[in-house]
């Protein structure tokens, strides 16, 4: 079967990582960004030049129609997906919950829940037997936040990673036995540049005396663990939630 694989927010950090990763693992990569066409196209440029085959394709995962031609385009281009990583997503400023506005929520459930469930929608209208498919894998990128509540400062965050939580032990049973297995990572304090995004660029080296592990991971820590439950090495699991976060 040939492996076609879409990274949503594939231009940058875990996305970015996991497109790398998985080229060298044997996939052909579609690597989705919304606005930063030269970051995706160095990731491919990186594919190729190393042998693979990857194209970048255009979408806001929140905006469905996007997402429906950028599907339409990876069906023409690449074939039938067999994987996706449901990476793409958004911080805001750190903030009280008494502080944020309804503008910000919106925003965050959007990209983060809404545009994570189009993704997998189309998804299974390709891998499942039911419709034709050969099966295939799904891997959403939750945060160590849904379990830790990220208080004082993305409470809205981990609240749309915990939506992804429960969207994901509710697929996996759904098209268990339509040959899918989904399940998610959940990273911790990660070295990527979301942090500065969220006002916060040096919000790893200021929390990492809470990890265990005493630092931040990286995204290609965070990329094995992705790839790994794409492969045929974790054939036998779905409904899991595999936790990179160095303890905490």
């Given at each position: 079967m040939?492996k076609?694989?879409?990274?949503?927010?594939?231009?940058?950090?875990?996305?970015?990582?996991?497109?790398l990763?998985?080229?060298?693992?044997?996939?052909?990569?579609?690597?989705?960004?919304?606005?930063?066409?030269?970051?995706?196209?160095?990731?491919?440029?990186?594919?190729?030049?190393?042998?693979g085959?990857?194209?970048?394709?255009?979408?806001?995962?929140?905006?469905?129609?996007?997402?429906?031609?950028?599907?339409?385009h990876i069906?023409?281009?690449l074939?039938r997906?067999?994987?996706?990583?449901?990476?793409?997503?958004?911080?805001?400023?750190?903030?009280?919950?008494?502080?944020?506005?309804?503008?910000?929520?919106?925003?965050?459930?959007?990209?983060?829940?809404?545009?994570?469930?189009?993704?997998?929608?189309?998804?299974v209208?390709?891998m499942?037997t039911?419709?034709g498919?050969?099966?295939?894998?799904?891997?959403?990128?939750?945060?160590?936040?849904?379990?830790?509540?990220?208080?004082?400062?993305?409470?809205?965050?981990?609240?749309a990673k915990?939506?992804?939580?429960?969207?994901?032990?509710?697929?996996?049973?759904?098209?268990a036995?339509?040959?899918?297995?989904v399940?998610?990572v959940?990273?911790?304090?990660?070295?990527?540049?979301?942090?500065a995004?969220?006002?916060?660029p040096?919000?790893?080296?200021?929390?990492q005396?809470?990890v265990p592990?005493?630092?931040?991971g990286?995204?290609e820590?965070?990329?094995?663990?992705?790839?790994?439950?794409?492969?045929?090495?974790?054939?036998?699991?779905?409904?899991?939630?595999?936790?990179?976060?160095?303890?905490?």
């Amino acid at each position: 079967m040939n492996k076609v694989l879409l990274v949503t927010g594939g231009s940058r950090g875990i996305g970015a990582a996991t497109a790398l990763l998985a080229a060298r693992n044997g996939w052909s990569v579609a690597v989705n960004y919304t606005a930063n066409s030269l970051a995706a196209d160095e990731v491919v440029r990186q594919i190729r030049a190393s042998g693979g085959q990857a194209m970048s394709v255009q979408a806001d995962v929140a905006d469905e129609a996007q997402v429906l031609r950028m599907f339409e385009h990876i069906d023409a281009k690449l074939g039938r997906l067999s994987g996706l990583v449901n990476n793409a997503g958004v911080v805001d400023v750190a903030a009280r919950v008494d502080e944020m506005s309804v503008a910000r929520w919106k925003r965050m459930f959007d990209i983060n829940v809404i545009g994570s469930l189009i993704c997998a929608r189309e998804a299974v209208r390709r891998m499942s037997t039911r419709h034709g498919g050969e099966g295939g894998s799904i891997v959403n990128v939750s945060s160590a936040a849904a379990r830790l509540g990220a208080p004082g400062q993305y409470v809205d965050y981990a609240a749309a990673k915990g939506a992804i939580d429960a969207f994901t032990i509710g697929l996996a049973k759904e098209v268990a036995a339509e040959g899918i297995r989904v399940n998610a990572v959940r990273p911790g304090l990660i070295e990527t540049d979301i942090h500065a995004s969220g006002g916060l660029p040096n919000r790893v080296k200021d929390l990492q005396h809470l990890v265990p592990a005493q630092r931040g991971g990286t995204a290609e820590e965070v990329a094995e663990g992705i790839v790994w439950l794409l492969s045929d090495g974790a054939s036998y699991t779905t409904l899991s939630f595999l936790d990179i976060s160095g303890g905490r």
